[in-house]
């Protein structure tokens, strides 16, 4: 961690280097000393300090500097840093002035020139000015903070990309937070230039987009490489596994990312029935995880840009991503899995996030404390967002169309709800309107089994319905089914079209498109489990056959 900052200045250079040298050989290994003989540099230099979350101590300061007043000076940093103790360093004919600057600026000291013995006059007057300093003294946060509105869809952007990249940060909402306000004044941003991301090293994005911060964070955004043995694209459990297996293989392997890793498993507060967890992981760890054996086997991570097409030439593959640039491969794995479905009421894209959400449970559970919400969805992730949101929602309630969630829910989860006293399920009912001001405010349900609605109060609606396969950006002949999911295998011969396209004198591997070269694996593929084992499994499989492919071509 950084050391607090002794802030030092004084215009007389003789006497800026006796004090900084006094200060320094008692003080150094503790603290980090400035110093400068100009006040109105010191004072350009307190927003950059305030940007990297620096934290000073203390500063000492000449009375008479022909910039400003010492008093002065110390009454400008106070708006800086004003838990730092202020003592004014003074001349016998101006003790008046420092003991008015007592009551003007809060002035925890004054000092009278010349301080020797340091021993006797400097050192016991510091100690104990540090000594009260550091047992009031919380440390700041030492990392990324975004400064938005908490109901603002920009700001939840922004939240979920970060959170879906197991990137730390710190949320502060403008209308509640006056360190969040401090900050905009500090750096003269405007209400229009939110949200705003502050970083350590003090550089500020203005409404930034998930590729500016991609940039600012280092992510890759372009290949190092003129040609892959394979590139998968899509970075949720299959894709991951498939980087795994593709990296520690041998083989020369790029993973292209739109968002974040982990994909809808990534975003689960709590997964259970993970082989060899017996405690369960969220996904966020699950994905931490596999990101660390992605890095360690020379995997490149291009992130966060998105495929918009795929060429064929010469029976390699050349993949368009979607800031223009190409990647070249030999064989391709397509892991882009599915999204949730749009609901159906009115006024949902109204409140898309300004209370409502699509998944993203964690990143916005924190400010529906003490409040109602609602769930729509009985599946495994609904019930899992559910259990997550439950200790901190005031009561949550789980909307499904059907009578229970034993056709659609895993058992312990079931269970586990029943268990959980401020969690409901509203069975046979469906979200028809949604109604509030600037954010949620209130939903409305119907019985589909009378037509009768009733409204309720809810703060926030998390959406987790039905499964449409990321497909719709393949505009290479590749065969998908009337749902959009793309078919592999022997599967493939049920289609006319599969002859018009397939060549070769050999059947299509079990996970291959009717594109030689191209794979499927995981939620994307019609058929598959739609299980976070499964889809690992079929990432580690899609591999093995890339190997037979490479090895005829």
């Not at 900050?183 to 229009?192: G, R, V, Y």
Request: glycine share 8%; proline share 5%.
């Amino acid at each position: 961690m950084t050391k607090p900052i002794l802030f030092i200045v004084d215009d007389d250079a003789q006497v800026l280097r006796t004090i900084v040298r006094d200060v320094r050989n008692v003080y150094g290994k503790e603290y980090r000393i400035l110093s400068t003989p100009s006040a109105r540099e010191a004072l350009d230099s307190l927003n950059d300090l305030r940007n990297k979350r620096e934290t000073v101590a203390m500063f000492l300061s000449d009375q008479r500097m022909p910039e400003m007043l010492g008093v002065e000076f110390l009454r400008q940093a106070k708006d800086y840093f004003p838990e730092a103790k202020r003592i004014l360093l003074t001349a016998y004919s101006d003790t008046d002035a420092a003991i008015r600057a007592i009551n003007e600026v809060q002035l925890d000291y004054y000092l009278m020139k010349p301080w020797d013995p340091p021993e006797e006059r400097l050192y016991p007057v510091l100690n104990d000015q540090l000594e009260e300093w550091q047992s009031t003294h919380v440390p700041p946060f030492k990392g990324i903070r975004i400064v938005g509105y908490q109901w603002s869809p920009r700001s939840h952007e922004i939240k979920d990309f970060f959170s879906g990249n197991l990137i730390p940060y710190q949320w502060q909402d403008v209308e509640s937070n006056p360190d969040a306000k401090e900050l905009m004044s500090l750096n003269n941003i405007e209400t229009k230039d939110l949200p705003a991301v502050f970083f350590d090293d003090g550089v500020v994005l203005r409404n930034p987009t998930t590729r500016d911060i991609g940039e600012k964070t280092g992510m890759r955004s372009k290949g190092t490489k003129t040609m892959y043995d394979v590139t998968i694209i899509g970075a949720g459990p299959a894709g991951l596994a498939a980087a795994v297996y593709g990296g520690s293989e041998g083989l020369s392997t790029a993973l292209i990312e739109k968002r974040a890793p982990g994909g809808q498993a990534g975003t689960s507060s709590r997964i259970e029935n993970y082989l060899g967890f017996p405690n369960g992981l969220s996904g966020a760890e699950l994905s931490r995880r596999a990101l660390s054996q992605v890095t360690r086997f020379g995997v490149e991570l291009i992130s966060p840009l998105e495929v918009v097409d795929i060429a064929l030439k010469d029976g390699y593959k050349i993949i368009t991503l979607s800031d223009g640039s190409k990647l070249n491969t030999r064989s391709i794995v397509v892991t882009t899995g599915v999204d949730y479905r749009t609901l159906e009421a009115a006024d949902v894209e109204r409140f898309t996030g300004a209370g409502v959400y699509y998944g993203s449970a964690t990143t916005e559970a924190h400010a529906c404390r003490e409040q109602d919400v609602y769930v729509v969805g009985g599946g495994n992730s609904a019930g899992q967002a559910a259990m997550y949101l439950s200790t901190f929602a005031r009561k949550v309630y789980i909307v499904i169309r059907r009578p229970s969630l034993t056709e659609s829910m895993s058992h312990y989860l079931i269970e586990q709800i029943r268990g959980t006293p401020n969690i409901e399920v509203a069975p046979c009912s469906v979200i028809t309107r949604l109604g509030g001001g600037e954010r949620l405010e209130e939903v409305t349900l119907q019985d589909v089994k009378t037509g009768a609605e009733r409204t309720e109060k809810a703060a926030a609606l998390f959406i987790f319905i039905g499964a449409r396969p990321v497909t719709d950006w393949i505009q290479v002949d590749i065969i998908k089914d009337n749902k959009g999911f793309i078919e592999t295998g022997r599967d493939l011969f049920k289609y006319d079209d599969f002859k018009k396209s397939w060549k070769l004198g050999r059947e299509p591997y079990l996970l291959e498109t009717c594109s030689p070269g191209i794979f499927a694996a995981g939620d994307v593929r019609s058929g598959a489990m739609n299980r976070v084992a499964s889809a690992v499994g079929e990432g580690a499989m899609a591999i093995k056959f890339i190997h037979e492919y490479l090895a005829e071509n």
